[in-house]
């Protein structure tokens, strides 16, 4: 079963740092690309950034140059290194993947998701 694992959320000081990993696992063909989101409270699913399996990186404007995303093609891992981190940021953060996995002779196209890790930045 295809799957993603995040880890790495926790609870910090403003103007500290995490870095969240995520792994997909289960038979996988192709990953095409992946990236996280976060959804604070009472607040809408964002797009926080996201990495195609060839490097392009894209990400919200208002954290370019604080977060960094990167991903380890060999582990089928990325990761979201967040820096300079502010009360606001807190969310709990999810791991999206666009991938193929081969059934049979059917290439299928999924999209999958974790389940979520918790960031908490204290003022």
């Known amino acids: 079963q295809v799957q993603l694992v995040e880890s790495g959320g926790g609870l910090v000081q403003a103007g500290g740092s995490l870095r969240l990993s995520c792994v997909a696992s289960?038979?996988?063909?192709?990953?095409?690309?992946m990236g996280w989101y976060r959804q604070a409270p009472g607040s809408q699913l964002e797009l926080v950034a996201m990495?195609?399996?060839?490097?392009?990186?894209d990400y919200k404007d208002t954290e370019k140059g604080r977060f960094t995303i990167s991903y380890d093609n060999a582990k089928n891992t990325v990761y979201l290194q967040m820096n300079s981190l502010r009360p606001e940021d807190t969310a709990v953060y999810y791991c999206?993947?666009?991938?193929?996995?081969?059934?049979?002779?059917?290439?299928?196209?999924?999209?999958?998701w974790g389940q979520g890790t918790q960031v908490t930045i204290s003022s």
């Open positions: 999206k993947a666009m991938v193929s996995v081969l059934r049979g002779d059917i290439l299928e196209h999924l999209e999958i």
């Open positions: 289960g038979g996988i063909y192709r990953i095409h690309n």
């Open positions: 990495i195609t399996s060839g490097g392009m990186t």
